[in-house]
Nanobody, 122 residues
Framework: QVALVESGGGLVQPGGSLRLSCAAS????????MYWVRQAPGKEREFVAA????????YGVASVKGRFTISRDNAKNTVYLQMNSLKPEDTAVYYC???????????????WGQGTQVTVSS
């Protein structure tokens, strides 16, 4: 069966860095766009970043551009989110998701992980 398992979250000070990983199984990983979506307390889920199946195309929400980098390793069926210069407003549960095509509308994604908590605080 399909599984997406995130890891790498935690508590970090403002200005710090974290790298999230998402290990996928149960589907043809390289055929899917992979996404990172976050949900802050009391807010709706928010698209953060996306990467095409080959890794050749990436997109990111304006608030993380220049700070977050999405990447993937198809040999390891894993997608990453490198987060630098973290801010308190980046605090959220971060989910990875998979979809057959590109969309910034998270409700269209086919598969979801369980999420990993990222807390940015001094």
């Amino acid at each position: 069966q399909v599984a997406l398992v995130e890891s790498g979250g935690g508590l970090v000070q403002p200005g710090g860095s974290l790298r999230l990983s998402c290990a996928a199984s149960g589907f043809t990983f390289s055929s899917y766009w992979m996404y990172w979506v976050r949900q802050a307390p009391g807010k709706e889920r928010e698209f953060v970043a996306a990467i095409s199946g080959s890794g050749g195309r990436t997109y990111g929400v304006a608030s993380v551009k220049g700070r977050f980098t999405i990447s993937r390793d198809n040999a390891k069926n894993t997608v990453y989110l490198q987060m630098n210069s973290l801010k308190p407003e980046d605090t959220a549960v971060y989910y990875c998701a998979a979809g057959r095509g590109y969309s910034a509308t998270y409700s269209s994604y086919d598969y979801w992980g369980q999420g990993t908590q990222v807390t940015v605080s001094s």
